[in-house]
């Protein structure tokens, strides 16, 4: 039950500490810059273009470096809270909750709002509702993922 409540607790302290950092403080365009010197797969990422938050990111619109770094962002953003959920899931099991899916799923989606709400008070952050149903759509895949394996796993074993 420890173990259970560290990684709690870890995760909600590591969202709390990401969503306070301005954006400066978070930019990872001159480590991009640097790394990825000779723009790898430039070819393919031009391909892609994504709606967010009423305009159209892509490397046409936003560059090579910046829409590289948009993809890590939301990538956090949905790995992130698809972590969070699986751990507050294992929780709530712990406690033999009744659904411990449905109610983790909820409280990412109440942490996810509540740091965006938190972020729009930030100078140089904004709070976005499209990240919150990035993070719900994290969490709800990493859910769907946990329970497939599950079941997989109680059939098998039968």
Do not use: C
């Amino acid at each position: 039950m420890r173990k259970s409540i560290f990684f709690v607790v870890t995760g909600l302290i590591v969202v709390a500490i990401m969503s306070n950092m301005s954006y400066e403080q978070q930019s990872l365009l001159p480590f991009l810059q640097d790394v990825l010197q000779d723009k790898p797969l430039e070819h393919w990422l031009s391909q892609l273009q994504f709606h967010y938050w009423g305009s159209i990111v892509s490397v046409e619109t936003k560059g090579y470096f910046k829409f590289v770094e948009f993809l890590i962002r939301k990538g956090t953003h949905f790995f992130g809270y698809g972590l969070l959920a699986l751990i507050l899931f294992s929780f709530y099991n712990r406690l033999k909750w009744r659904f411990p899916m449905i109610l983790s799923f909820i409280s990412v989606v109440v942490i996810a709002s509540l740091d965006e709400y938190r972020q729009s008070m930030i100078p140089g952050r904004i709070g976005v509702v499209d990240d919150v149903m990035l993070d719900a759509s994290g969490a709800l895949t990493f859910l769907l993922i946990a329970k497939l394996i599950l079941v997989m796993y109680h059939y098998v074993k039968r």
